[in-house]
């Protein structure tokens, strides 16, 4: 449904060939999908005619392109090259737990929301630049023991 999401432009009818094309399978494959998720409420499909997302699925789509942005956003923090994250992002939404994919969507949305870029990010990206794990500076471990103190 992400895809036929994306493949939809302004209400445009998705066509099984257009699916097949992008996913790399056989269009009869795509078509027996179709007639499931049409069964299901999330898509209306006419033969030959193609298909669009219903209300049920759109919602579904965007909440699933949510998670996969979210997941692509935390590799990238992670030092992950884009490519190989946009993979694993992929797969990873499929097979995560709900409650720990949405424990990244927070992480992602809390990171997105800070002004300034948070010092323990910064020192993983050096980290990951450089290879190089040095002692926490003094300063920033005393702030983040005042902060773990006002948080209990």
């Known amino acids: 449904?992400?895809?036929?999401?994306?493949?939809q432009k302004k209400g445009e009818r998705v066509h099984t060939n257009d699916v097949a094309?992008?996913?790399?399978?056989?269009?009869?494959?795509?078509?027996?999908?179709?007639?499931?998720?049409?069964?299901?409420?999330?898509?209306?499909?006419?033969?030959?005619?193609g298909v669009t997302l219903t209300d049920k699925g759109r919602k579904v789509a965007r909440e699933t392109q949510k998670r996969h942005d979210a997941l692509k956003e935390f590799l990238l923090l992670l030092g992950v090259k884009e490519d190989v994250a946009e993979k694993d992002a992929c797969e990873m939404e499929h097979?995560?737990?709900?409650s720990t994919m949405d424990m990244i969507v927070k992480f992602v949305e809390?990171?997105?929301?800070?002004?300034?870029?948070p010092f323990w990010l910064e020192r993983?990206?050096?980290?990951?630049?450089?290879g190089d794990l040095s002692e926490c500076p003094s300063e920033l471990?005393?702030?983040c023991l005042?902060?773990?103190?006002?948080s209990k």
């Open 21 to 49: 094309n992008a996913l790399g399978i056989n269009p009869a494959s795509v078509t027996e999908v179709f007639h499931k998720l049409c069964d299901e409420g999330y898509i209306d499909y006419e033969r030959y005619g």
């Open 110 to 117: 809390v990171i997105r929301h800070c002004n300034v870029t």
């Open 141 to 143: 471990a005393e702030i």
């Open 146 to 150: 005042k902060y773990s103190k006002k």
């Open 124 to 130: 993983l990206k050096d980290y990951v630049r450089t």
């Open 95 to 98: 097979i995560l737990h709900t």
């Open 1 to 7: 449904m992400e895809l036929l999401y994306s493949l």
